[in-house]
């Protein structure tokens, strides 16, 4: 099929890669002249595990190209997939993107005759497609939703394993107006053989996006909850609790008693809350819908609070060992929100920064990829904040130490090297990554989120 991709951020340039392997001929499109340049060029303008040799291989093969002309590529396509950004603004979902993007489309389709899908796969609240869009395109095409199909795809794509969770995904879901656009949406799948698709209705499929991310959220701050609850309990530790609750079939799966899916099992793990660009964005987003279609959740808004609580826990306990924080040296390892990416978008790292610096303390945070987007995020006049890729610069002589990021270089770090190069070998393990015993037996002061 010929497919347009509007928006080549992470969602549209993974899609977009992933469907032209499948034999597709793509289309993406960016307003900026850069990201166009970089994509054709065969540099990938984001960091994803697999796609820039995908992407080359696409191009290569002449399946995949960018462009900024939006109206050739939607004439010369079947189907446009609407991919831009849906930011939040106030804890409000912004859709400027999406609005301008209808737009567009819908005046590239008056007086044309070809059928044309819209489809769109950004994360937006429920009715947003139904309303909103069809709204926008009916008004900008002249013509009535029927004529132009119209569909709702959301993406269940974790970062630093998109491409993998593109190619095999546990479900497709197509939210379709109507058959003639379901039918067409299906063809965009036709090479995914094991993925069951779940025809829905749009604003079904929007909610299923939203539900899925609430739910895990939820599920980390339960976590997060129940580890509150162990340390003040002597001798019961979270890791052992999660562990032993993920081996649940209704979580764990098994085919002749064997787990289908063993790295499950490390899922569900305490720390010091979740980030990222999905899970903080979007179960605001669904809170603030909820509420002005008159809802007032309870469990979905602990779920925030709760998250919001777990860095300041980290300040509170490392202050309960070291008494005071001012001039204290603390190793933060770990800046991005989670190990395999350069992001640093709604961070624990980001508020643990920012409440030691108000106490005084000297902030050495260490990531093998994320230091420069810290950089931008941290004001520069903050002359307590220091930077390096190397863990061993900001071990030497510190006070403490926190494990912020699960990355492997800092779990593999050998447990005599806290003990050695530290002031006071005092590490906070805020991931629960790290062996306690090991570290305990190199003479490592060890405290763990979720035990007493
Ligand atoms: C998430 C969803 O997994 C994905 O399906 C959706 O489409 C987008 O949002 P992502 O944000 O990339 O993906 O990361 P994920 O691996 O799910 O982790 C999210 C956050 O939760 C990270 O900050 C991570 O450190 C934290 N987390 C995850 C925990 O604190 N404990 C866990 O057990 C798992």
Redesign the pocket.
């Known amino acids: 099929m010929k497919i347009s991709i509007i928006g080549t951020g992470y969602v549209g340039l993974v899609t977009g890669v992933c469907l032209a392997s499948k034999g597709h001929e793509v289309i993406c499109i960016d307003k900026k002249q850069e990201v166009v340049d970089k994509i054709n060029n065969m540099d990938s303008p984001i960091y994803e595990q697999g796609l820039e040799e995908l992407m080359i291989k696409g191009i290569t093969a002449g399946n995949l190209v960018a462009t900024t002309d939006l109206e050739s590529s939607v004439v010369n396509s079947e189907i446009s997939i609407i991919a831009v950004g849906t930011p939040i603004d106030n804890d409000e979902i912004d859709l400027s993107y999406i609005k301008k993007a209808a737009q567009d489309i819908g005046e590239i389709l008056r007086d044309k005759n070809h059928y044309h899908v819209v489809c769109v796969k950004s994360t937006v609240i429920p009715t947003t497609t139904d309303t909103l869009v069809k709204d926008i395109l009916e008004g900008a095409s002249g013509k009535k939703i029927g004529e132009i199909g119209l569909a709702m795809n959301p993406?269940?794509?974790?970062?630093?394993?998109a491409v993998e969770?593109f190619m095999y995904p546990d479900r497709i879901v197509i939210g379709a107006y109507d058959h003639r656009s379901f039918e067409a949406m299906k063809h965009v799948y036709d090479g995914f053989f094991h993925a069951p698709i779940i025809h829905v209705n749009l604003r079904t499929a929007e909610m299923i996006?939203y539900t899925?991310?609430a739910l895990?959220?939820t599920?980390?701050s339960f976590?997060?909850e129940i580890a509150s609850i162990c340390e003040k309990t002597k001798n019961i530790d979270i890791t052992e609790v999660l562990e032993s609750v993920t081996l649940d079939k209704r979580f764990n799966p098994r085919i002749d008693n064997k787990l289908v899916n063993p790295e499950m099992n490390?899922?569900?793990?305490?720390?010091?809350?979740?980030?990222?660009?999905?899970?903080p964005k979007?179960v605001k987003a669904l809170i603030s819908y909820s509420q002005d279609i008159g809802y007032q959740p309870r469990i979905i808004d602990a779920t925030i609070k709760v998250n919001n609580e777990q860095p300041i826990k980290i300040i509170n306990r490392l202050q309960e060992s070291l008494q005071t924080l001012k001039d204290k040296k603390i190793a933060l390892l770990g800046l991005a929100?989670?190990p395999d990416?350069d992001d640093i978008r709604e961070?624990?790292s980001i508020t643990i920064i920012n409440r030691l610096l108000e106490k005084g303390a000297l902030v050495y945070g260490v990531d093998p990829i994320a230091v420069e987007n810290m950089k931008k995020n941290i004001p520069e006049d903050r002359k307590s904040m220091f930077y390096s890729t190397d863990y061993k610069s900001a071990l030497t002589d510190a006070d403490a130490a926190i494990l912020v990021?699960?990355w492997s270089e800092f779990i593999d770090i050998p447990p005599e090297d806290f003990s050695q190069l530290m002031k006071r070998p005092i590490l906070l393990d805020g991931?629960r990554g790290l062996n306690k015993r090991a570290l305990e037996d190199a003479g490592v002061v060890y405290i763990g989120i979720g035990l007493a």
């Open positions: 993406e269940f794509l974790r970062e630093g394993k969770d996006k899925a991310n895990l959220a599920l980390i976590s997060n490390n899922y569900l793990r305490a720390g010091c809350g979740f980030g990222g660009s999905c899970f979007d929100f989670k990416t961070s624990p990021t699960s991931r």
